[in-house]
């Protein structure tokens, strides 16, 4: 157990559709043998069973699939080296597109969240980062150290220096405030 908290090897892809890439994850999975997954897009539904996905099923496998039509969706990989504790969220953030967890590494917790935010800007994409701020913010401690991964599809931000358009979706001072 103490060899996976030395050194940990990640991988974060935007699939469009695990189910269509199976030869390719498990790639991934089990010749690459990377102890995190990140996944955003995965096009995952509750019809497509986790053993389909983790065959040899080395993997903790966390996923919020879309409720409601086609696409989206996240799903992280865990390698069972690690003893994951999923995040569990309010119902009010359940039309989020977000798993998250912490790993104890050695002496220190890591909370990871996993995010996909769908390409909109009009007034629902508004509201959608407004309840994803807000998750963030109550699922945030200053005790851990917290890592977001994922596509949050804000292609104006410049992430080097933190800058962007003024609209609600990209303004930094929102961004900041995680």
Known sequence: MTDCLLKVSSIYFNARSLINKLTELHYVLYTKQYDIVFVTVSWLHDGI????????????????????????????????????????????????????????????????????????????????MNTLLDCLSVHSYSDKTVVIIGDLNLPKINWNCITGPTDYTHSSYHLQSI
């Open 49 to 128: 069973s986790d053993g389909l996905l983790d065959p040899e099923s080395r993997y903790f496998i966390l996923r919020k699939d879309r409720s409601q039509g086609k696409g989206g969706g996240v799903c992280v990989f865990i390698s069972k080296c690690f003893n994951p504790v999923p995040i569990v969220f309010h119902n009010k953030y359940e039309n989020l597109e977000i798993v998250g967890f912490d790993v104890r590494f050695a002496s220190h917790d890591v909370r990871f969240f996993t995010v996909y935010r769908p390409p909109s800007y009009d007034a629902v994409a508004v509201s959608y």
